[in-house]
T-cell receptor, first 110, second 111 residues
Framework: DAGVTQSPTHLIKTRGQHVTLRCSPISGHKSVSWYQQVLGQGPQFIFQYYEKEERGRGNFPDRFSARQFPNYSSELNVNALLLGDSALYLC?????????FGQGTRLTVV | QQQVKQSPQSLIVQKGGISIINCAYENTAFDYFPWYQQFPGKGPALLIAIRPDVSEKKEGRFTISFNKSAKQFSLHIMDSQPGDSATYFCAASMDDYKLSFGAGTTVTVRA
């Protein structure tokens, strides 16, 4: 059974550009969450979606948005990229509190 | 405000030794406490988890000890192996909502 898959694995963008990151959850998992992990720190919560509804949002600016599709896959969008947005973006799908992470998308903003 | 505090930041242990990582939390509403293992360039992998109605949980060489009154929990890695060298994160959540992570502990196991 496939785990959480994220695409792309690596991405380089220029300041001011927009980026879309994608996530496919484990089959049967209806909850998808997004986290940002800066080098040397623990992951920080960005969004959680459950059954296509936003369940919660972390302390991130409005430049960050997300959505969940009928097949429970999800997209994270970031507008007007800043150098400080460079990080590993992680997607997790969960069932009864057990959260499983994908390999992440390494975003570099130059 | 960091809701979960983790220590130490790093530790070195000899092969066959015991690694101990400690975490403390403030929010008594947390009802789920997982530990994750992360290798460089990879996503965190769920290692073991505990709920507050249990004081200890063991899976293979990994044991979580939980002290509800002190609001602390710890991970013990027994018989540490070089393949255990990684960064370990404790976390906490409530109602299947967001995970609040500790800052991480880098464990190095020397052969």
């Amino acid at each position: 059974d496939a785990g959480v898959t994220q695409s792309p694995t690596h991405l380089i963008k220029t300041r001011g550009q927009h980026v879309t990151l994608r996530c496919s959850p484990i089959s049967g998992h209806k909850s998808v969450s997004w986290y940002q992990q800066v080098l040397g720190q623990g992951p920080q919560f960005i969004f959680q979606y459950y059954e296509k509804e936003e369940r919660g949002r972390g302390n991130f600016p409005d430049r960050f948005s997300a959505r969940q599709f009928p097949n429970y896959s999800s997209e994270l969008n970031v507008n007007a990229l800043l150098l400080g947005d460079s990080a590993l973006y992680l997607c997790a799908s969960s069932l009864r509190q057990e959260a499983f992470f994908g390999q992440g998308t390494r975003l570099t903003v130059v | 405000q960091q809701q979960v505090k983790q220590s130490p930041q790093s530790l070195i242990v000899q092969k066959g030794g015991i690694s101990i990582i400690n975490c403390a939390y403030e929010n008594t509403a947390f009802d789920y406490f997982p530990w994750y293992q992360q290798f460089p360039g990879k996503g965190p992998a769920l290692l073991i988890a505990i709920r507050p109605d249990v004081s200890e949980k063991k899976e293979g060489r990994f044991t979580i000890s939980f002290n509800k009154s002190a609001k602390q929990f710890s991970l013990h890695i027994m018989d540490s192996q070089p393949g255990d060298s990684a960064t370990y994160f404790c976390a906490a959540s409530m109602d299947d909502y967001k995970l609040s992570f500790g800052a991480g502990t880098t464990v190095t196991v020397r052969a």
